[in-house]
């Protein structure tokens, strides 16, 4: 049995790590309210300029036709996104393991390690990618913290040029989706080619089921001339709103655990003291027996 003092030495400690989980929890709210404002903020006008964009290939695929070309995949580029730290509860695990259960479901169908380009956004699917004996493109864990909309428009267009030079046949982006502020949603997307639906990918669960009527747009000077300056934006808007999807997602698990930590940690405070309390109780009768027993002698 513990002594008193080993017990009250583990309640200053648990006290302790109470006051980092429960700082680290404030901090990742903050950051969880600013991350769901900017994808808020970016969604709707990204899935309209989908929409707007999916009317116009409907209409006349040809001016697309290198970035809407469906052909066999042999090759095919992933990119993966994860948090660069630890302590956000299954949030890395759940997007390894989905990327892990994509790569297989490739190599299932034929391909080789030689035939994935990876670009892993975060440190622990950098990791993860090492141990799986593939090859990533280069190092994107500063986006993971930081999303910056001219890093995701340099990496848009990396992923573009790959496309469009034939050097891969499938571009698929694999993240975990902020559905609300204590669920996120494992997600695997197709990026390139693009797709016509009008509600947009899997993120469509932001936009309302209703069905959306079809608009007469007036194009100005032309629609392959707008369809030309339209198509790099909206993919380039694309993997913005995927980064800030995943980094909301991330605050979202990181303040889920460390409330839970916080909560665990107060009940294990509350066991140790009663603990230590009925220890304590135990220890003065004990004297008092001991008293009683010496002044009878």
Request: glycine share 4%; with cysteine; charged share 25%.
């Amino acid at each position: 049995m513990a002594s008193l003092k080993e017990i009250k030495s583990r309640i200053n400690s648990v006290n302790g790590t109470l006051k980092i989980t429960s700082a680290m929890k404030m901090v990742a709210s903050s950051k969880l309210r600013k991350a769901q404002n900017a994808i808020g903020n970016l969604l709707p006008y990204e899935q309209q300029m989908h929409r707007i964009l999916a009317d116009l290939l409907t209409e006349d695929a040809s001016a697309g036709e290198s970035y809407i070309a469906r052909r066999p995949v042999k090759k095919v580029a992933i990119v993966a996104f994860s948090s660069n730290s630890s302590l956000c509860g299954g949030f890395n695990s759940i997007a390894i393991k989905h990327f892990r259960d994509t790569v297989s479901q490739y190599m299932d169908s034929g391909l080789s390690a030689e035939d994935f380009y990876i670009f892993p956004v975060g440190r622990k699917m950098a990791e993860a990618v090492r141990k799986m004996g593939l090859q990533a493109q280069g190092d994107y864990s500063h986006m993971a913290d930081k999303p910056s909309y001219a890093e995701a428009s340099e990496l848009a267009a990396g992923l573009m040029d790959l496309f469009t030079a034939r050097q891969v046949d499938m571009v698929e982006l694999v993240y975990n989706h902020c559905k609300s502020a204590s669920v996120q949603i494992p997600v695997r997307e197709t990026y390139l080619p693009v797709s016509l639906d009008r509600q947009g990918q899997d993120s469509a669960s932001f936009v309302s089921d209703a069905p959306e009527p079809a608009y007469d747009y007036i194009i100005e000077p032309d629609k392959r001339t707008v369809l030309d300056a339209l198509l790099p934006k909206t993919l380039r808007l694309k993997v913005y709103a995927v980064l800030l999807d995943a980094n909301a997602a991330e605050h979202s698990a990181r303040t889920v655990a460390m409330q839970i930590a916080t909560d665990n940690g107060k009940e294990l405070i509350h066991d140790l003291t009663r603990q230590f309390n009925k220890q304590r109780q135990q220890s003065i009768t004990d004297e008092l027996l001991d008293m009683a027993g010496g002044t009878m002698a």
